[in-house]
């Protein structure tokens, strides 16, 4: 295999994988895959962030004893979700998942105030509850966190 090497994590939802990119020769080997579950609290539906940091901690382990030279690592997720740390960098909240009810539950009152096509001329974002504006929206109204 090449020499330099660079492991990456795929999250998704059921799972997360771990691939190790060979840079040199363009190879790419899947080292594991984890389950990834949302979890419901309190009618919410949550990541849970600190197993999903445990598994790519431990995926990124696998990739250093099977290649000695990493150079960096990468995440790929599609970007839709967020964590809201305090001035002391410690997380408010595990991040809401995507398929949370209220970001659906309050995209009726958002397009009150901004319209479809005025938010599209903005973002360029296809209108989705699943993107962030939606769940910063609901975070508002809810006078949270």
Known sequence: MGTMSRPFT????PCISLILAYCKNLLME?????ENKPVLISNN??????EIFS??????KKASVKSKKIESVGIDGWGSDFCIFD??????SNPVNYRDRDRVLYSKQLYDILPREKIFKLTGHAQIP????????????QDSP
């Not at 598994?55 to 990124?60: A, D, E, L, P």
């Not at 001035?87 to 408010?92: D, G, M, S």
């Not at 962030?132 to 109204?141: G, N, R, T």
Request: aromatic residues 16%.
């Open 10 to 13: 795929r999250i998704g939802c």
């Open 30 to 34: 899947k080292l594991d895959k984890f």
């Open 45 to 50: 539906i949550y990541w849970n962030i600190f």
């Open 55 to 60: 598994n790519i901690k431990t995926g990124v």
């Open 87 to 92: 001035k002391n960098k410690k997380i408010i």
């Open 130 to 141: 699943l993107i962030d504006m939606f769940q910063l929206f609901s975070l508002k109204i």
